[in-house]
């Protein structure tokens, strides 16, 4: 059986929360105004990771 290391959470007003078991970490990318490099919206509707291990996060 695979061990997930990375396990991504699209939330409904929180942003993309992002568990890094291998780092022990948690992040949350959240939108910020005034950053243009910053997610579009808080509210996540998917996280899908293509076969090159790109991740794509349509959001509201």
């Known amino acids: 059986m ?3 290391e990375r396990f ?3 939330t409904r ?3 993309l929360n992002l568990l890094d ?3 022990d970490r948690f992040y949350r990318y959240q939108h910020h105004p005034d ?3 910053s997610i ?3 509210i996540v509707r998917a996280v899908m990771e293509d076969r ?3 991740i794509w996060v349509p959001t509201e």
């Open 35 to 37: 950053d243009p490099n």
């Open 52 to 54: 090159d291990g790109r």
């Open 2 to 4: 695979k061990t997930v």
């Open 13 to 15: 007003g929180g942003g």
């Open 8 to 10: 991504w959470v699209g």
């Open 21 to 23: 078991k291998k780092q």
């Open 40 to 42: 579009s919206h808080d």
